[in-house]
């Protein structure tokens, strides 16, 4: 059981880095890939709060399974 919780922990901690690394701060998603020009703050919207809510959701995942693997 131990290494199944070892194994999931390393595959959030991939998932999460690259959902960090797909975020960039002050420009658009499509900046990313090429396309924009302006650099200024806006709010998140579509795939942009999506990447977002499953960066904090593997982040708190991330540390349950860090303190399971901890304590058991």
Do not use: C, D, H, P
């Not at 919780?5 to 880095?17: D, G, K, R």
């Not at 690259?18 to 960039?24: E, F, R, V």
């Not at 809510?53 to 304590?71: D, M, P, Q, R």
Request: charge should be positive; hydrophobic fraction near 55%; glycine fraction near 12%.
């Amino acid at each position: 059981m131990n290494s199944y919780s070892l194994y999931a922990q390393i595959i959030v901690a991939v998932l999460l880095v690259a959902s960090i690394l797909l975020q960039q701060r002050g420009t658009a998603l499509g900046s990313s890939f090429g396309g924009g020009e302006g650099t200024f703050f806006a709010t998140r919207r579509g795939i942009q709060q999506k990447l977002y809510a499953a960066t904090v959701i593997l982040g708190i995942l991330f540390i349950a399974l860090s303190l399971s693997n901890l304590l058991f």
